[in-house]
Structures are given as structure tokens and as C-alpha cells.
């Protein structure tokens, strides 16, 4: 049955689907002249892909030119032959994604028996492009070191880097969430964090590409870069391998934090046994922090797989099928504080990765790919509290399944040598599945302790209910009954090659895109939150206070999400490269999307789509040129301008368009018997203790455009320019310097207030701007608007993989500065909640102690970066491969929360007010050697070890000043610049309505510790 629906969805997809499209195909053209620069018409051209044997054949036209406009990606030789001259090949020409290589042939006289004379070199660089791209090839993949998943390979371009203050990989500047992932021509973007949906063991990854800047105008949806990934394909050779990955703690120094693959959502049970320290409140003392190293889990992780692939008809069609499970077995020992025994709990971890793809060149007009990959992933059970607070008998069997697959199918027609069309078609599936989950209220204290308490009616609390802080009576008692995202996409796209004042590449298309949520998760009971011996607002009882969660539709649960939805994007791209000479070349395009925001909320007079944005309110221009200095390929000057426009993610409507519901209700601490605090039908509101503040609405709907969503809101918007210079040193050898601009125009957040009950009201606005233009009135203060820019500088060095060795460097000279770091919230430490982040939450968020607005180095700025990759394969089988990673520490800003309970974050200080974290240097080897055997066959025996020197430099800061309830204050008096901050805080902390957390301003977060792999594989 599920291959039937593979069968029917294929069908479907090539037909009449629904995302965006993305190229799969490189391209190669030029020009064959005789000896003395004259032009050839009617030459025979051929280029035969030296890994699948295919041969394209065309003939040059009246002007001597050719083109070969799509050839999947790889290496190539070209020959250009001709009655009465000798033929002439170009070899290794290296295509990759979306290259346009130029060739230029030049015949000398001879007669036709004479042999074949080799005379010209492939060109390094493409004289005819202005965008900045990074390949990381199969060599690349396979020598060099890295992790699991395909996103540990993104980190070689120049500028990209995994910043886990942003939550994944961040391009120029540009947050995590603001990135395009496209696996096989189908876009993965999760659609609800902006960031990689798709598991993809590197194993199986053929080319990764990067395009930092300057892409042309058939992307869309991203605001940072795209990464566009190619499975492996067949060859004309069957070849394959059987083989094994083993890695564990009896040869790491932690636990495998970066080499493992994520699991999206995956609950693992509290902090990692990394084996380096830990920051914690004293569990009995809070008064206290403390470093603290937990012994390290007992783990192993094993990767049997086996792969095929060759041809299915030689020169014609080809296929490619792995399989490749990875299993990760953990076994924690904990001592319970409660009862001083010592347990140990097991967690399975799985992921099954099958990947297949079959490629078809059907004669010299059809190419054609269909490609199927699954990353399902399993979690069984969950890991104790690594301090051992947790409760006697707390239910560890939670298990929680991934299903995450996607079917691909491309198709290219070469109409004739002057009109190509492609089409592309797909289908995204990602989904979470819980079970075993206790169906009880969650009773926590994170922050306090109630170990020889005693309330200050002189009661005590008993021995059999006291817990140290950090305590939870459950682990979890959050339920994914399902969250399915899925999105279906269809690409029609033409390419027409003509002359008119130069020559032109002129490219259309349509993009149809259907994403769709069916959501229904949450909490299967309260969360009930105390806050032992402390106030808020002035008002507690004997015993502390504490806060039910709940919401109206299902009060006796507590955070819950409910939705299915569906929306259509329908994007329109058109874009020419014209060469207006042989040495330049402007390419220009414009692209544009129709966009439909949905709601959640099936409640009547809430519009199906609260937010809409027509074709005209996403115009998107982009221009660039290409200059070839010398007319010989070795010299480009390159330059680009552009708009790029953000596609919204899921996680605004879910949050503000009535997905999820969240209200929160206070009562004093009354009794020291937590279990019994939220017993009763009644509770809330009739639960133990007395009411002071609530119900809070944490998500109050913002639904109605003209009230609570911007009757003129615009879509987010970014841009930049770029100049660059490219220099051939010879055949392998290159050097550039790029430097790129970008800034963000406007943003999308929900802008908040709060009412008279503390409610926190939003509005969907451009911050800054329309109904959201002041941050306070009487007198009138601007609310200050997003601004984040960045200006780089980057050198790099090329060495393309020949003659045994491949070397790539690159230096980054940089600035991120601003007050918004975009769609993931890296003032959050890694949150990615695109466009409901905290930061404009209330107004008073983005300004300093002294009224001023806040401005500053963002949190993830990094002046200064250099990178090395090296590989060399040695006469004798043994091949080495090396990274070397190096950058300045990112700001470290201090924060209190204010106006409790709502504890908005103030960075009063200003943006970078103490500092930097470490330098970060980490050096990453692989080594491998490999046995001939006989005939084709070899057995390869190899080790991978990241953090060769398990470096560990401080790489995040405990920044917020305040434990519990923040502080108070008049706010004209803020806005006006009279609040002393440095007074009211000696104040409250007298007064007790403010604890100081003792962590503040105290390392919390260290580089990653040194994992080893070994690996053993034989190939045939």
C-alpha cells in the first residue's frame, strides 16, 4: 500500500503539485574558432560526464557558439571536432550546481585521421555569474572531517557557521532562521523554526552548495542563504559499499553532542553528561552557584549500512540506493536526592536513513531524476535529571517518533538549441508522534528549594516532600498526539538563449507551494510553578508563591497547541543573463510572491487569512554583473544588488493566530502539601492558596487586521551589495576578496503591551512603524525600529581537489550590529521562534537604563574568522583531511527582567556591556587508509575526531541578573531617563522583592569536548 502511494503522489508532483523550485543542473556553453580567432559554424560539440558515461551532442551555430544548457552536475570532458581541423579536448571540467562553465575552443588546421590533440585547461572560474557560492564536493564530503547530519558540512563555506546562540547556521550575518534548505530540488525548511527540517546522513550527500550572496531571483523565502544539497547518483560502474560507524565514551570526552544527528523536538532528558561542568543553583542553598561535572553517560552509537548503485541501461539511466541506520544506545547512573538510591535509565535513539535516486539522460533532450529520502527516527525513553532531583518512581518510558521523509522529481527538455524547459515536483513530510506520557499536573520549582524549609507561620515543611532545587515531580508531562507538516510543491520553468544587443539567458517560471500544519499537542496536566519563600509584587504566603498553567478550552490541561491548516504561496521569478560582450555580463531578474497567512482559530469572524500580501507587495529586484578583466577567464570583477523577502513560518500563526492557548493564574503558597495545590474539578481558578493576579493571557489572538494586526503591514524585507574580485592562479588555483553589505529594512514581530490584568496584548506590526510607532505616550518616545547590519570583508584561497591534494582558506574580517538579530532569537540563546521573539514583546525590551535606545554588537558577532581545509592523499593508501577553525568570542550582555510577573528582559546596560566569551580555535582531523584487495575491491578503515585537542573555551555567559520576579518602576520616569537602576535594585533586594541570581555574569556554556568515529568499509 505505501509503495502504491509513492507511485500515485510521483505522479502527482510531475503533473500538478504544489514550494519553490530549485536548480539541480549546471550548464556549459562557449564558442570554437579556427587558429586565427575566426568563428566555426557547424561544429560537432560533445561533452561525456566521466562518472556515468552519458555523451550530450550538439553543433555549434552560425556564430561558432554552443550550449549544453542543463547537464547534471560533475566532472566532464569537452570535444570539439570539425572537418579539415584536428578535434580538441577541454578534461575535467568540474559543473557544479547552477555553474555556467565557458569554454573556448580554438581548431588548428589537420586533417581528420590525425589524433586528438589536448591543448586547452577547464576554467576555474565563472566569468559570467555574480553569485557567491561554495561547493563543498564528493571529495570534500568523503576526506574531510565532520558530523552526522549534512548541516556539518554547510559550516566550510566562508561566513557560515553553526552558532548555537541562534539555534543552527548562520550566513553573513543573517540569523539561523533565516536560511533556504533544498534537498534533492525539494525545499526542507521547517516550516515553523525557519531552520533544517531535513535529518540527511553526510554519508549519502554527493554536493553541498552554499550561496551566500547575489542569487539570482529564482530563490525566494530567505533573508540569509541557501544551502542546496544532491544526493548520490549511479555511474555506469556497479560500485557500492558495506560499512560500519562506531563511536561511544570509551573514546570520546563527552557525550556525542556534535557529532550525533538532532532529532527536532527530541525530549532527552535534561542537560547532557558531557563530562565538562556544569553551572547550577546549589540544589538545598540557592543563595549559591556551583560548578558541578557529571560522570559521563555510558554510550555507543553503531551505523551499519550498505550501499549500490550503476547503471540501469549503460550511457542512459542509472540508479543509487543506501541504507544506513543509526543507533545510539545511552545508559545514565543517577543518585536520587529524594531517596539517596542509585538508578540507571536507558535511552534507545534511532534514525533510520534510506535514500534512492535514479537518473535518466534520454537522449540529448530529456534528463530526467527522481529521488526518495526517509530519515525516520525513534526515541525511546527519556534520561533522568543528571542532579538527581528527580521523584522516587518518576515514569522514564516517554517515547517519541519522527517520521520525516521526501519524494523529488525533476525533469529537463531541451526544445532546441535555443529553448529548454524544466519542471520540478515534490512532496515534504515531517511529523512527531508521542505516547507513554504521564497524564498528571507537572509540579516544579527550577529556581528555589524546599530541602529544612520553614514558612514564616513557623511551620515546616515535611521530610517526605522536600526537594532540591531543580525539581520535577515529572520529567515531562508534554504530549505530541501529532504535529504534521507537509509541503507540496510544482516548478514549471523556460529557458530561451537569444541575440539582441548581446546575448541573453533570459529565465521564467512559476512556483506553486502548498504548506500545510495538522496540529494537536500540549501539557496532559498543569504545570504548577512554585516559587518557595519568595513574593511577587509584594504579595505570598507562609510558604512562597506559585502559578498554574492552563488555557480556557481545556483548563485542566495546560499549554496546548490545536490547529489544521493549509495555505497556498504562489511565486513568479523572471531573469536574464546578458552578455553584452565577451568580457561582461549583467544578470537581472525579478521575482514576486502571492502569500497567505493562516489562522488557526476556527472561531467565527476570524479571517481564514488575517495576513495577506499581493504579487506588488513583494516586488524583488536583483541585479548583478560580471566582468572578465583580461578576456581570459583568470580575472572577474563581480558586483550585486538585491531585494529579498522573508516567507512566513508557521510559528507566528500558531502563536498569535489562535493555535496555541496559554493562561497563567498566581496564588500564595499557603501549604507546604505541593501534590494537593491544583486538586479539584475547580482549579483553577478555585485551586489552593488565594488569587492575587490572573488569569494572565500569555497568548491572547491577534486576528482582526486593523486592530491588532498592521492595516498596512509590509513583508520583511532585506538588502544587500557586494563587490568581489576572483583571480585564477592556474588550472586549480584561485584567490577572491569579497565584500557584502547587508541590512534588514523592516521586520515582523508581535508588538506587545500589556492591559490593566497584565494580559500581554499584541499587535502583528512592523515595529516601529503605523500603530506600533511609539513605544510610550505623553510624552510621545519612538519605538525603536528593527535595525541589524552587517559589513564583511573575505579573502579566500582555492585549491581544487588535484594531484592528490585539495586546500581551501579563507579570513573574515566582519561587524553584526544592530538591535534585532532576526527570526531566531539569539538574546534567547538559541530560541528560533520566527517573529513572536521577546525582544518586542513591550516596548521598554529595547532601551537602555537611561531611556536611550539599545544598540550594539548583536550576540553572535564575531570580528574576526579563519578557516583552513586541507586534504592529501599519500602515495601509499593514506589519505588525511583537516579543519582548522578560528574566531574572536561573541558580546556578553547583562539583562534584569522587569514589570513581574511578565519579567520583561532589559539589557540596561546596553548591548556588549561586559565583554566577549573565549576565542574559539577547535582543529578537526579524519584519517583514513585504505587496502586493495583485488580487482575493484578495497577495504577503507577510518577515523574521524572533532576537537583533535578538546579545546574548551568558554562559548556562552549566564547574563540575566535577577532570580524569580524582577523589578518595578514608574515608566515615565524611565522614558525620561530618571530610574537609577543601580538604586532600585539595591532597593528591592532589601525589600526581598528581588532575589540576585548568583550565576549572574558566570560561564554556563563550553565548547563542545572531543569526539572520536571509527569507521570500517569495504568497496567494491
Known amino acids: 500500500m505505501r509503495v502504491y502511494r509513492l507511485m500515485v503522489l510521483l505522479a502527482v508532483v510531475l503533473s500538478a503539485s504544489a514550494a519553490a523550485a530549485q536548480e539541480q543542473r549546471g550548464s556549459i556553453d562557449g564558442v570554437v574558432k579556427d587558429a586565427s580567432g575566426a568563428v566555426l559554424p557547424g561544429a ?22 554552443f550550449r549544453f544548457p542543463s547537464v547534471q552536475t560533475g566532472v566532464y570532458d569537452v570535444r570539439a571536432s570539425l572537418a579539415g581541423f584536428r578535434p580538441v579536448t577541454i578534461p575535467d571540467v568540474l559543473v557544479a550546481l547552477g555553474q555556467a562553465k565557458t569554454l573556448d575552443f580554438a581548431l588548428p588546421v589537420g586533417g581528420v585521421t590525425e589524433s586528438v590533440q589536448v591543448t586547452a585547461t577547464s576554467p576555474v ?47 553573513d550575518g543573517s540569523s539561523a532562521a533565516e536560511n533556504r534548505y533544498i534537498v534533492d530540488g525539494m525545499e526542507t525548511t521547517d516550516l515553523v523554526s525557519g531552520r533544517s527540517g531535513k535529518n540527511l546522513i553526510a554519508d549519502f550527500v554527493e554536493e553541498v552548495q ?78 549559591l552557584a556551583e560548578y558541578v561535572t557529571y560522570p559521563q553517560d555510558t554510550w555507543n552509537r553503531f551505523e551499519p549500512a550498505a550501499n549500490v548503485g550503476g547503471p540501469i541501461a549503460k550511457d542512459r539511466a542509472w540508479f543509487w540506493v543506501g541504507y544506513q541506520p543509526a543507533m545510539t544506545n545511552i545508559d545514565r547512573t543517577v543518585t536520587l536526592e529524594a531517596n539517596h538510591q542509585t538508578i540507571t535509565v536507558n535511552q534507545k535513539r534511532q534514525v533510520q536513513y534510506l535514500t534512492a535516486t535514479q537518473t535518466a539522460q534520454i537522449g540529448d533532450k530529456l534528463r530526467t531524476r527522481i529521488a526518495y529520502d526517509n530519515s525516520w527516527s525513534k526515541v525511546t525513553g527519556v534520561l533522568p535529571s543528571l542532579d538527581g532531583s528527580d521523584a522516587v518512581g518518576t515514569n522514564y518510558g516517554k517515547t517519541q517518533a519522527f517520521p520525516n521523509w521526501l519524494l523529488s522529481a525533476t525533469a529537463d527538455y531541451t526544445v532546441s538549441p535555443k529553448f529548454f524547459v524544466g519542471l520540478r515536483g515534490g512532496y515534504f513530510l515531517n511529523d512527531q508522534r508521542d505516547s507513554n506520557v504521564p497524564n498528571v499536573s507537572r509540579y516544579t520549582w527550577p529556581a528555589t528549594s524546599n530541602v529544612n524549609f520553614v514558612g514564616t507561620n513557623g511551620a515546616a515543611v515535611p521530610a517526605n516532600l522536600q526537594h532540591p532545587s531543580g525539581f520535577s515531580s515529572v520529567i515531562s508531562n508534554n504530549a505530541i498526539d501529532h504535529d504534521k507538516l507537509t509541503r507540496s510543491y510544482f516548478q514549471a ?20 507551494d502548498r504548506r500545510a500544519n495538522d496540529v494537536l499537542s500540549g501539557e496532559l496536566g498543569h504545570r504548577v510553578t512554585i ?126 493566530f489562535g493555535g496555541e492557548k496559554w493562561l497563567e493564574y498566581y496564588y500564595t503558597l499557603d501549604t507546604p502539601d505541593w501534590a494537593t495545590l491544583d486538586a479539584g474539578s475547580g482549579c483553577p481558578p478555585a485551586c489552593s492558596g488565594r488569587l492575587f493576579r490572573g488569569p494572565i493571557d ?7 487586521p486593523g486592530e491588532d494586526i498592521e492595516p498596512d503591514l509590509k513583508p520583511m524585507r532585506s538588502q544587500e551589495a ?3 574580485l576572483e583571480h585564477e592562479l592556474n588550472p586549480t588555483m584561485a584567490v577572491s576578496v569579497r565584500y557584502v553589505h547587508k541590512h534588514l529594512d523592516r521586520g515582523i514581530e508581535d508588538t506587545g503591551s500589556i492591559d490593566a490584568q497584565q494580559n500581554e496584548i499584541y499587535i502583528i506590526a512592523n515595529p516601529g512603524e503605523g500603530l506600533t510607532s511609539l513605544a510610550f505616550c505623553c510624552p510621545a518616545v519612538n519605538l525603536p525600529k528593527p535595525r541589524r547590519q552587517y559589513n564583511g570583508v573575505e579573502f579566500a584561497f582555492d585549491k581544487r581537489y588535484a594531484n592528490n591534494w585539495f586546500f581551501r582558506a579563507s579570513y573574515l574580517l566582519s561587524r553584526d550590529y544592530g538591535n534585532y538579530p532576526g527570526l531566531s532569537e539569539s538574546d534567547e540563546n538559541g530560541r528560533s521562534s520566527p517573529n513572536v521573539g521577546r525582544l518586542f514583546d513591550f516596548p521598554l525590551i529595547m532601551f537602555k537604563q537611561d531611556g536611550t535606545a539599545s544598540y550594539g554588537q548583536l550576540p553572535t558577532d564575531r570580528m574576526n574568522q579563519g578557516k583552513v581545509q586541507l586534504i592529501y ?76 585537542f578538546n579545546q574548551r573555551a568558554s562559548v556562552n555567559t549566564f547574563v540575566t541578573y535577577n532570580n524569580g520576579a524582577g523589578i518595578n518602576f514608574s515608566e515615565p520616569d524611565f522614558y525620561a531617563g530618571r530610574v537609577n537602576f543601580a538604586s532600585v535594585i539595591a532597593a528591592s533586594q532589601a525589600s526581598g522583592a528581588l532575589v540576585a541570581d548568583p550565576r549572574f555574569l558566570q560561564s554556563n556554556g563550553w565548547q563542545a569536548p572531543m569526539q572520536a568515529r571509527f569507521g570500517v568499509k569495504f568497496v567494491f
Open 722 to 724: 557586494v563587490f568581489g
Open 125 to 171: 572560474i565563472d566569468v559570467k555569474q555574480s553569485t557567491r557560492a561554495t561547493d563543498i564536493r564528493a571529495e570534500q564530503v568523503e576526506l574531510l572531517p565532520h558530523g552526522r547530519d549534512f548541516t556539518t558540512l554547510v559550516t566550510q563555506a566562508p561566513g557560515a557557521n553553526y552558532e548555537a546562540k541562534s539555534g543552527g547556521v548562520m550566513i
Open 44 to 65: 560537432t560539440v560533445e561533452a561525456k560526464n566521466m562518472a556515468t558515461g552519458a555523451t550530450l551532442l550538439t553543433v555549434s551555430d552560425a556564430t561558432g557558439k
Open 493 to 512: 520553468d523556460g529557458t530561451w538563449f537569444g541575440h539582441a544587443a548581446g546575448d541573453h539567458q533570459l529565465k521564467f517560471g512559476v512556483q506553486l
Open 210 to 287: 552554499v550561496k551566500s550572496s547575489g542569487y539570482t531571483a529564482e530563490y525566494g523565502g530567505s533573508t540569509g542563504g541557501v544551502i542546496n544539497v544532491i544526493t548520490k547518483s549511479g555511474t555506469n560502474r556497479f560500485s557500492g559499499s558495506v560499512l560500519t560507524y562506531w563511536q561511544g565514551n570509551s573514546i570520546s570526552k563527552g557525550q556525542n553532542v556534535a557529532s550525533s544527528v538532532p532529532l527536532p523536538g527530541a525530549d532527552a532528558g535534561g542537560t547532557q553528561a558531557t563530562g565538562i561542568p556544569t553551572l547550577r543553583l546549589n540544589p538545598v542553598n540557592t543563595d
Open 531 to 656: 516559587r518557595w519563600g519568595q513574593s511577587l509584587g509584594g504579595q505570598r504566603g507562609p510558604f512562597g508563591y506559585y502559578s498554574v498553567r492552563s488555557n480556557a478550552v481545556l483548563p485542566n490541561q495546560g499549554f496546548i497547541t490545536q490547529g489544521n491548516v493549509a495555505t497556498n504561496l504562489v511565486g513568479l521569478f523572471a531573469q536574464d543573463a546578458w552578455t553584452v560582450s565577451n568580457k561582461f555580463t549583467i544578470n537581472a531578474g525579478i521575482r514576486t510572491e502571492r502569500e497567505r497567512v493562516p489562522a488557526y482559530s476556527t472561531e467565527a469572524g476570524v479571517p481564514a487569512s488575517p495576513i495577506q500580501f499581493e504579487f506588488r507587495n513583494k516586488l524583488g529586484p536583483r541585479v548583478g554583473f560580471a566582468y572578465d578583466v583580461n578576456g581570459d577567464g583568470r580575472w572577474k570583477a563581480y558586483g550585486s544588488w538585491g531585494l529579498f523577502y522573508d516567507i512566513f513560518k508557521m510559528e507566528l500563526p500558531r502563536g498569535s
Open 873 to 948: 592523499q599519500l602515495p601509499f593508501g593514506t589519505s588525511v583531511g583537516f579543519n582548522e577553525y578560528m574566531a574572536t568570542g561573541i558580546p556578553i550582555t547583562r539583562e534584569i527582567s522587569v514589570i513581574p510577573p511578565n519579567n520583561f528582559p532589559v539589557q540596561y546596560l546596553g548591548r556588549s556591556s561586559d565583554g566577549r566569551t573565549d576565542v574559539l580555535t577547535q582543529t578537526d582531523f579524519y584519517v583514513q587508509h585504505e587496502f586493495k584487495i583485488g580487482g575493484n575491491r578495497r577495504v577503507q578503515l577510518n577515523a574521524t575526531v572533532l576537537n583533535l
Open 698 to 704: 500569555f497568548r491572547h489572538p491577534s486576528t482582526t
